[in-house]
């Protein structure tokens, strides 16, 4: 964090570190994080340098009176204002904002009403209303936001597959202490994996997690690792007491992974050593901070590879998006190439396509729009292509396309139906998938000479990558998938000789 503050303080610019807020200081019990903690963090963020000290509560775990205790020690401690940053899927979230507010707090994140509540923020027009003629109005035009509010009412629906189930606040995330953000991907990506059936087991499963990982804070990157070890002890049968046992030979998931080898730095309190060595399997950790590991960062170099490979003259942004995120970066220069600029789609469209029968109109450049109408989907071929059929102002359109759910290796059974051909789990020279998801990385080829432990292939899920590795040592006879491929959990990926 020093390091980062540092190069904003030079930039001349405002700096902004946080304290992430976990447990609960009201409890006496709790010893890790209690309000010395706190406060003793919030000193040394002051000595930085840093102008405004954040307080993250990711997981909704501040109450209200904990926010009035918590604020009112900082204020009397340290000088710099104090920002908090909250969810409201425990249901208190309003209430923690003006016990907050009620403590001399400065600054707060809220949300539009018609987008806040449950794993979003607090709700900013009951705030701005509860607030008004009291000592610290912020003055807001209730009338204005409520056009604004207004206005998210109607587009909400359309992302409503990606909401996280919750009908109202739900107390029991005093106990899970899953962050807002991450509850939201949670069932889905629960779902991904077939587990919907036990959300409730994997939800149990996050806090035996966290108690197995000695009690850590939990946000992104740090959440994301207890979230993908509790699906995947809960998808293997696994337990605190048989992990050591059944685990044994496991790929684990790559966040997981990451983390025992201090790749998102080191944990208050350290790593639990009989687990990290179950997990590294042999691999020495880092000890020392995941960013001197890096080398430095070519931009030259990366704006010429932008532009000899996509033929575009990269902007500053391309080449930072590029330098943290290059397949991603790259994935999406792809599809601009192929499909154009989508951005101009309606997000109902975006995220939901057309309907057989459906009219849209689209505007496909400045002043110019089509009438674009979906007539038919045709079942796919025996290579896996589907026709699809439009009419675009009234004009018939067919198009190509391979369906992405569609393999190579997949067969035709008897019904007309395609088969995924399977892994058998007790044949060490069939590798299968442990997840299903999308091949992401495909490491090897047919004919490579390969070691037992070796990395095969990367298969992603809703966030969660799992690196798949041989057990046995040969030659790579055969590879059924490829990048991009959507797999099923159990399916035959490589097989060795």
Request: glycine fraction near 8%; hydrophobic fraction near 40%; charge should be negative.
């Amino acid at each position: 964090m020093e390091v980062s503050i540092d190069q904003v303080l030079k930039s001349g610019k405002v700096a902004e570190a946080c304290i992430c807020y976990t447990g609960d200081i009201l409890d006496s019990r709790k010893k890790k994080y209690n309000l010395d903690y706190y406060i003793k963090l919030a000193k040394e963020i002051e000595k930085t340098g840093a102008h405004i000290l954040g307080i993250k509560d990711m997981s909704a775990l501040l109450k209200p009176h904990a926010a009035y205790k918590l604020v009112s020690a900082l204020k009397d401690e340290i000088g710099i204002p104090i920002h908090l940053h909250t969810h409201d899927t425990t249901g208190n979230g309003v209430a923690t904002v003006l016990m907050a507010v009620e403590a001399g707090l400065d600054i707060v994140d809220t949300a539009f009403n018609s987008m806040s509540g449950l794993t979003s923020q607090p709700a900013m027009n009951s705030i701005a209303a509860a607030l008004k003629n009291m000592e610290r109005d912020p003055r807001i035009d209730l009338k204005g936001i409520q056009k604004v509010s207004d206005y998210w009412e109607a587009v909400r629906p359309v992302y409503g597959k990606y909401e996280s189930g919750l009908k109202s606040g739900s107390a029991e995330l005093y106990k899970y202490e899953i962050p807002g953000g991450q509850y939201s991907n949670l069932k889905p990506q629960v779902e991904s994996f077939g587990l919907v059936h036990k959300f409730n087991e994997i939800k149990e499963m996050y806090k035996t997690v966290n108690e197995m990982l000695g009690d850590i804070v939990k946000v992104t990157p740090s959440s994301k690792v207890v979230g993908d070890f509790a699906i995947f002890m809960v998808q293997n049968n696994l337990t605190p007491e048989n992990i050591y046992r059944k685990a044994e030979n496991m790929a684990f998931p790559d966040s997981v992974e990451s983390y025992f080898m201090g790749m998102m730095g080191q944990p208050m309190g350290g790593f639990p050593e009989k687990l990290q060595k179950l997990i590294l399997k042999g691999k020495k950790p880092i000890t020392e901070r995941p960013g001197e590991l890096l080398p430095d960062e070519d931009f030259d170099g990366i704006a010429k590879h932008l532009r000899d490979k996509f033929e575009f003259e990269p902007t500053k942004k391309d080449i930072l998006s590029y330098a943290l995120y290059p397949e991603v970066f790259e994935a999406f220069l792809k599809i601009v190439a192929e499909y154009g600029d989508l951005s101009r789609l309606g997000s109902d469209v975006f995220f939901h396509g057309l309907y057989e029968g459906e009219i849209i109109e689209a505007e496909v450049a400045e002043g110019r729009s089509l009438m674009i109408k979906l007539r038919s989907i045709k079942k796919p071929d025996l290579e896996g292509y589907r026709i699809l059929v439009f009419e675009v102002n009234r004009n018939r359109r067919e198009i190509k396309i391979k369906d992405r759910n569609w393999s190579n290796i997949n067969l035709l059974s008897q019904s007309g139906e395609y088969m995924t051909e399977m892994a058998d789990p007790d044949n060490k020279n069939e590798i299968g998938s442990p997840i299903p998801g999308t091949v992401v990385t495909l490491m090897v080829k047919e004919g490579d000479q390969i070691t037992e432990d070796q990395p095969l292939v990367v298969v992603e899920a809703m966030k969660m990558e799992t690196r798949i590795t041989s057990s046995i040592a040969g030659i790579v006879s055969t590879v059924n998938i490829k990048e991009g491929q959507q797999v099923k959990a159990g399916e035959l990926l490589i097989i060795v000789k």
